[in-house]
């Protein structure tokens, strides 16, 4: 193939039983502005049919089919290990592209070559004035936040420049970035995933970008069926502590422990609150028995890659938990709700 007419972008999306997804997503694809485009579908087992329907329906794209469902880091890791594309676009199922979207990601990564990905403004599919995340953030105690989710859109979230991660529901990346600090770790099979990726990319120095202007309509929990269930509470529980063992440095978990105990004993009340707390303790119990497999990819990690100081990754940190809390902060104050135990949380933790 010539290389001046080779594909500059694979759209990489993940598929389990997504049958009913599908066509909206692949159709808002092909009504793109910007062309230069290959897709990437790499199938986790599905039962449903969806690979006959793609083999008939749209035999224009690439399917990978895997044996059984391995989680999503596998399937994503697929994809993005069998394109040369210089830039990937990781696109879950569940999700419509505005006509434009690609077009203002690519001009944004052409302009800014300093930025290794690019996060759109993501917005419920079924109420479109719903945010569903502008650019992903962190919580020092483990957990990730979509910014701006399940807020009213408006100017707060209208304004581009940089940020801590990307969801990996749509998020464009250049393809170098994976060869510099690794693909997604498959521990994990799903969820938190992309937020273990956004904080090596930040222990390596690197940065993204969000730009708003890029629109991406997202349903949302649609492969697990629900947001609070058995498997996405035992998974989130236990990948909230893979998070920590992989990525911090003991003198950070000892820093942050007062803020590792204030999340994870929240997030255990909520657990309890839906019940599901059989369900977080085993998730807990799980993360912990793993911990020497962690610490050896901690390790690894940093034996591979030249990475920033301590200092300047636990200033990003609290840069990025300030980002959260202020959005949490937003979201309770447009629902009328006061914010005195996040405003303390602010003072006291967050200096």
């Known amino acids: 193939m010539d290389p001046s007419s080779a594909p500059k972008v694979n759209i990489v999306i993940p598929n389990w039983n997504g049958l009913r997804f599908l066509p909206a997503c692949l159709n808002s694809i092909e009504r793109q502005t910007y062309s230069s485009v290959e897709i990437t579908i790499v199938d986790n087992g599905s039962n449903d049919g969806s690979e006959g329907y793609l083999r008939k329906h749209y035999p224009q794209v690439r399917l990978i089919t895997l044996p059984e469902n391995l989680g999503f880091s596998s399937a994503v890791n697929a994809g993005i290990k069998s394109c040369e594309a210089p830039y990937v676009f990781l696109l879950n199922n569940d999700t419509e592209l505005h006509k434009d979207c690609l077009q203002h990601l690519l001009t944004a990564a052409e302009e800014f070559p300093e930025y290794d990905f690019f996060s759109p403004k993501m917005l419920s599919f079924h109420h479109r004035t719903i945010i569903d995340g502008a650019g992903d953030s962190y919580l020092r105690g483990g957990g990730g936040y979509r910014l701006g989710a399940m807020e009213e859109d408006c100017a707060v979230y209208n304004r581009p420049g940089p940020v801590f991660g990307a969801c990996a529901g749509a998020g464009l990346y250049r393809r170098a970035l994976f060869d510099k600090i690794g693909f997604f770790d498959e521990d994990f099979f799903a969820y938190l995933e992309d937020v273990d990726l956004n904080l090596r990319i930040n222990r390596f120095g690197s940065t993204g970008y969000y730009l708003p202007a890029a629109r991406v309509y997202h349903i949302g929990s649609a492969t697990s069926g629900s947001k609070i269930n058995p498997f996405t509470v035992r998974l989130t529980a236990r990948n909230s502590l893979f998070l920590l063992l992989k990525n911090y440095p003991v003198s950070l978990f000892v820093r942050f422990l007062p803020v590792i105990f204030i999340y994870q004993f929240f997030w255990f009340l909520f657990a309890v609150k839906k019940q599901q707390a059989l369900a977080y303790s085993r998730g807990i119990w799980q993360g912990l028995t793993a911990w020497k497999r962690m610490r050896k990819?901690?390790?690894?990690?940093?034996?591979?890659?030249?990475?920033?100081?301590?200092?300047?990754?636990?200033?990003?940190?609290?840069?990025?938990?300030?980002?959260?809390?202020?959005?949490?902060?937003?979201?309770?104050?447009?629902a009328g709700k006061k914010n005195g135990m996040l405003q303390l949380y602010l003072t006291f933790f967050c200096r």
Do not use: G, N, P, W
């Not at 034996?303 to 902060?329: G, H, N, P, Y």
């Open 297 to 334: 990819k901690y390790h690894e990690q940093l034996a591979c890659q030249k990475v920033i100081s301590i200092e300047e990754f636990a200033a990003r940190l609290r840069d990025a938990e300030i980002s959260t809390i202020t959005s949490l902060m937003h979201r309770r104050q447009a």
